[in-house]
């Protein structure tokens, strides 16, 4: 299973938005919502931002958002903040059992 | 508060094995399944597997089969990833995470643990 693939990097201003894709395959972001987003700062461990597509766990700003077209899912971030600057990752499952993790983008707040 | 609490860092030779502990708290241990992730100095994330904790059932990565064992033990709380037959490239820190719905797999992950590098060297 090939790793799904985002861009490996993205800017914007503070204040503007940010949309990183997630592009997989028929066989994992294209039939299933079971796509999770991270933000992994340097050196710690990664955090949930958004479930199941769309979802938005509890402590996680409305900035975040996300979404899912044929086989590419995309995260959102809009209002951007020096904090977000972080990596970020996409998980979908892959069917038979198996996930697979997106390539990773690096925001950067200009 | 619910939290995963990995064993410290290793180092070992290539060919060698390295199990990694994971001990949780705070929850009912065998309600949520548990995956392994583990990170390559900088490189990305990548899902190894995981494991029912109430069951003991696994399913793994592709790329793993053969090579890494999931186990638990429900009476102290812990699981356990086994990697065997080390390489230089199994140098990474190695993640556990909590699935994030009770008694299925919803490939999201709402509790993670702080890491463990395990560091391959002759």
């Known amino acids: 299973q090939s790793a799904l693939t985002q861009p490996p990097s993205a800017s914007a201003s503070p204040g503007q938005s940010v949309t990183i894709s997630c592009t997989g395959t028929s066989s994992d972001i294209g039939i299933y919502n079971y796509v999770s987003w991270y933000q992994q700062h340097p050196g710690k461990a990664p955090k949930l931002m958004i479930y199941?597509?769309?979802k938005r766990p509890s402590g996680v700003p409305d900035r975040f958002s996300g979404s899912k077209s044929g086989s590419t899912a995309s995260l959102t971030v809009s209002g951007l903040q020096a904090e977000d600057e972080a990596d970020y990752y996409c998980?979908?499952?892959?069917?038979?059992?198996?996930?697979?993790f997106g390539t990773g983008t690096k925001v950067t707040v200009l | 508060q619910v939290q995963l609490v990995q064993s410290g860092a290793e180092v070992k030779k290539p060919g060698a094995s390295v199990k990694v502990s994971c001990k949780a708290s705070g929850y009912t241990f065998t309600d949520y399944y548990l995956h392994w992730v583990r990170q390559a100095p900088g490189q990305g994330l990548e899902w190894m597997g995981w494991?029912?904790?109430?069951?003991?059932?696994?399913s793994y990565a592709r790329k793993f089969q053969g090579r890494v064992t999931m186990t638990r033990d429900a009476s102290i709380t812990t699981a356990y990833m086994e990697v065997s037959r080390l390489t230089y490239d199994d140098t990474a820190v190695y993640f556990c995470?909590?699935?994030?719905?009770?008694?299925?797999?919803?490939?999201?992950?709402?509790?993670w643990g702080r890491g463990t590098l395990v560091t391959v060297s002759s």
């Open positions: 998980i979908s499952y892959a069917g038979s059992n198996i996930g697979v």
């Open positions: 494991i029912n904790p109430n069951s003991g059932a696994t």
């Open positions: 995470a909590r699935d994030g719905e009770r008694a299925y797999v919803y490939w999201f992950f709402d509790v």
């Open positions: 199941e597509v769309n």
